[in-house]
C-alpha cells in the first residue's frame, strides 16, 4: 500500500492514542493517567481533522479537554485519594478484565482481517464542493433522519444526571444551613431591639 503524508500521519496519530490509552490505564499516579487522557484527545481530534469532521475534531477539545478533564484534574489533586485502597480488588478481577480484553482484541482482529473491510476495497469518498459544510450536513442528519435517536440519547442522560444527583443526596441531621427565603423574609423588628439607657457622668 503506498504511504503519503496523509497516512503517515494517520499512523502517527493512531500511535500515539494507542500508547497513551495504554498509559491512561497503566499509569501509578492519578495525575499522569489525567494528562493522558487529555493527550489522547488530542490526536483522536486530529483523527476526526483527517476525516473531515471538523466540527467534532473541536467539540472533542473543547468540551472534553476544556471542561470535562479540567474538572478531573481538579478533582484528582485537590480530594485525597487513597491509591492503596483502590488497588485492593485489582487482582481480584484482573482475569476478569483480561479476558474481557482478550475477547475485545479477537473481535477488534476479526474485524480488520475480513475481506470486507480491506483498504484495497473501500470505496473512495465522494469530493465534496469548496463550500460544503459538515456541521451543517451533521446538524441535518440530527434533526431529521435521526431525531428521535437523538432525542432519546438526550432522555437518557438526563436520567443518568438524575440518578447521580439522588445517590449522592444525603441528608444530615443537625447539619446548619441558610435557607434563602428566610434570610429574605426577615424584618428588621425582628433583628433589631434599641435599649433605651440612662448616660453615667463620672463625679
Same mark, same amino acid.
Given at each position: ?26 499509569? !501509578? ?5 489525567? &494528562? ?11 483523527? %476526526? ?6 466540527? $467534532?475534531?473541536?467539540?472533542?477539545? $473543547? ?21 492503596? !485502597?483502590?488497588?485492593?480488588?485489582? %487482582?481480584? %478481577? ?33 469530493? !465534496? ?10 446538524? !441535518? &442528519? ?62
Amino acid at each position: 500500500m503506498y504511504i503519503n503524508f496523509q497516512n503517515a500521519i494517520f499512523y502517527f496519530f493512531a500511535t500515539v492514542l494507542v500508547c497513551s490509552a495504554v498509559g491512561v490505564i497503566t499509569a !501509578r499516579n492519578p495525575v499522569h493517567a489525567a &494528562l493522558l487522557l487529555v493527550l489522547a484527545f488530542f490526536t483522536s481530534s486530529g483523527l %476526526w481533522l483527517l476525516l473531515n469532521a471538523e466540527f $467534532l475534531a473541536i467539540t472533542l477539545v $473543547l468540551v472534553y479537554v476544556g471542561a470535562v478533564m479540567v474538572l478531573f484534574l481538579f478533582v484528582v489533586m485537590m480530594l485525597d485519594v487513597n491509591l492503596d !485502597r483502590l488497588r485492593e480488588g485489582f %487482582w481480584k %478481577w484482573f482475569p476478569f478484565g483480561a479476558l474481557l480484553a482478550l475477547i475485545m482484541a479477537a473481535e477488534i482482529s476479526m474485524v480488520i482481517m475480513n475481506e470486507q473491510f480491506s483498504l484495497n476495497k473501500m470505496p473512495t469518498p465522494p469530493l !465534496r464542493p469548496v463550500d460544503y459544510s459538515n456541521t451543517k450536513e451533521l446538524g !441535518r &442528519l440530527i434533526y431529521t433522519e435521526y431525531f428521535y435517536a437523538f432525542e432519546l440519547a438526550a432522555v437518557i442522560l438526563l436520567v443518568a444526571i438524575i440518578a447521580a444527583i439522588a445517590l449522592t443526596l444525603r441528608h444530615r441531621v443537625g447539619r446548619k444551613f441558610l435557607d434563602p427565603a428566610q434570610q429574605i423574609a426577615v424584618k428588621k423588628k425582628d433583628r433589631i431591639r434599641v435599649v433605651s439607657m440612662t448616660s453615667e457622668t463620672k463625679e
